[in-house]
C-alpha cells in the first residue's frame, strides 16, 4: 500500500517546525488561518508586482508569522537581493500598511522583517517556482528538471528528488514523471527534508510539482 504523508507535517517537533506560530479558541481558528493565508497570499502579489528581476522566480522561500494578543510578526524569508532590498526600509513599510489596510486591523500592530537566505536554489519553493517558469516556455521538462538539479548542486544539499504529473508536453495521457540525485530517505524522521508541492498553469492544462531536498541528518 503506497501510503503518503506530507513530509514536513511527519517531521514536525523533530527537525521542521511550523511556519504559524499562534494559537486560537476553536471558534477562532477559522477566522486566524484564513488571516494567515490573506497575508501570504498578498505579499507574494506585492513581491510579483514589484520585482526588478525579469524571470518567472518571485525568489520567496518561506513565510513566517507569529501572532500575540496586540502584534503580528510576518517574516520574509527571499533568495535574491534585487527583490525587495533595494529601498528596503521604504518598500516594508509600504507593504506593511497595505497589509494593514487588507486585514483591518485596529487593535494589533504589523511588523514585517525581511531576510536574505544565502543559497536560494537550496529552497524547494524557490526551485519549482524556477521549474514553473521553464514549462510555460515552452522548455522540454527534462531539460527544465536537470537544470534545476544542477542549481541545486551548488547549494549543501545531500539530495534532491523532482516529480512532475499532468499532461506533460501536451500528450493526451496524464502521466507522473520523476528524477532523483543523491540520497532523499523519506521514511527517517530525523532527517531534514524540504518538500513543497507546486500548481503551475500552462496551455495544455495545470501540472503538478513536487520537489523533495535532503537538507541535513541529525544525529
Known sequence: ???????????????????????????????????DQKIRNFIKNYVQKNRRISSGVEGIARIEIQKRIDLIQVLIYIGFQKLLLENCSRRIEELQMNVQKELN?????????????????????????????????????????KKAIELTEQADTKGIQVQIAGRIDGKEIARVEWIREGRVPLQTIRTK???????????????????????????
Open 193 to 219: 527534508i524540504d518538500y513543497c508541492s507546486y500548481p503551475v498553469r500552462t496551455i495544455y492544462g495545470v501540472l503538478g510539482i513536487k520537489i523533495w531536498i535532503f537538507v541535513d541528518e541529525e544525529k
Open 105 to 145: 486591523c485596529v487593535n494589533r500592530k504589523l511588523n514585517i522583517a525581511v531576510t536574505r537566505i544565502t543559497n536560494p536554489y537550496g529552497h524547494p519553493n524557490i526551485l519549482a517556482e524556477f521549474i514553473a517558469g521553464q514549462l510555460k516556455n515552452r522548455v522540454s521538462f527534462r531539460k527544465a528538471m
Open 1 to 35: 500500500m503506497g501510503q503518503k504523508i506530507n513530509p514536513l507535517g511527519f517531521r514536525l517537533g523533530t527537525t521542521q517546525s511550523h511556519h504559524s506560530l499562534w494559537f486560537a479558541q476553536p471558534k477562532n481558528y477559522s477566522e486566524s488561518l484564513q488571516e
